[in-house]
T-cell receptor
Framework: GENVEQHPSTLSVQEGDSAVIKCTYS??????FPWYKQELGKRPQLIID?????GEKKDQRIAVTLNKTAKHFSLHITETQPEDSAVYFC????????????FGKGTSLLVTP | NAGVTQTPKFRVLKTGQSMTLLCAQD?????MYWYRQDPGMGLRLIHY???????AKGEVPDGYNVSRLKKQNFLLGLESAAPSQTSVYFC????????????????FGAGSRLTVL
């Protein structure tokens, strides 16, 4: 959605390197920020999320950081593997739309061996 | 427990034809959503429902109608299909939102690919 901007649109890294995807949002009332991974031809799958009362969250090789003041949040993938190749979407909750999610336009991540 | 099921998975329509996409969930979820996904555009919200008998417009509702007569089903209708509605349609559902954080974990269906000629 137009309220969530995501960069970069494409990202190519070598196996073992780190990947960082950044998002900004405009609605200050948003307070839930999930990240979804979508493999080719598949449905989006939640990989990690962060609530507004938390600044950072980590799950093995994946971490997300949130700066509510600046309205920025980022996804960090360390020690990337070829199976991390996919499209990643950030999203922000929309309180006045049934708490639907506004999605960024996605980042196509390619991890080369 | 099938989760979120969408039918049909694929459909080709001619301009002006009508059709209905069905989304069914067996998780007793209150909230249901229809998104469309186009290359380079991410997922955009078409309509949503916060409970049986309720519907509301999302970001891109024009040309679509929805109904939620039963809690488990959310139907998306195209009355007169246009080539601009060629897309992959995803249905999603969620159980609740955490009151303090607003967290709303969506479970997606497998998608329905619609082509309008």
């Amino acid at each position: 959605g137009e309220n969530v901007e995501q960069h970069p649109s494409t990202l190519s890294v070598q196996e073992g390197d780190s990947a960082v995807i950044k998002c900004t949002y405009s609605d200050s009332a948003s307070n839930y920020f999930p990240w979804y991974k979508q493999e080719l031809g598949k449905r989006p799958q939640l990989i990690i999320d962060i609530r507004s009362n938390v600044g950072e969250k980590k799950d093995q090789r994946i971490a997300v950081t949130l700066n509510k003041t600046a309205k920025h949040f980022s996804l960090h993938i360390t020690e990337t593997q070829p199976e991390d190749s996919a499209v990643y979407f950030c999203a922000a909750s929309v309180p006045n739309s049934g708490y639907a999610l506004n999605f960024g336009k996605g980042t196509s991540l390619l991890v080369t061996p | 427990n099938a989760g979120v099921t969408q039918t049909p998975k694929f459909r080709v329509l001619k301009t002006g034809q009508s059709m209905t996409l069905l989304c069914a969930q067996d998780m007793n979820h209150e909230y249901m959503y229809w998104y469309r996904q186009d290359p380079g555009m991410g997922l955009r919200l078409i309509h949503y429902s916060v409970g049986e008998g309720t519907t509301a417009k999302g970001e891109v509702p024009d040309g679509y109608n929805v109904s939620r007569l039963k809690k488990q089903n959310f139907l998306l209708g195209l009355e007169s299909a246009a080539p601009s509605q060629t897309s992959v349609y995803f249905c999603a559902s969620s159980f609740y939102r955490e009151p303090l954080s607003g967290a709303n974990v969506l479970t997606f269906g497998a998608g329905s690919r619609l082509t309008v000629l």
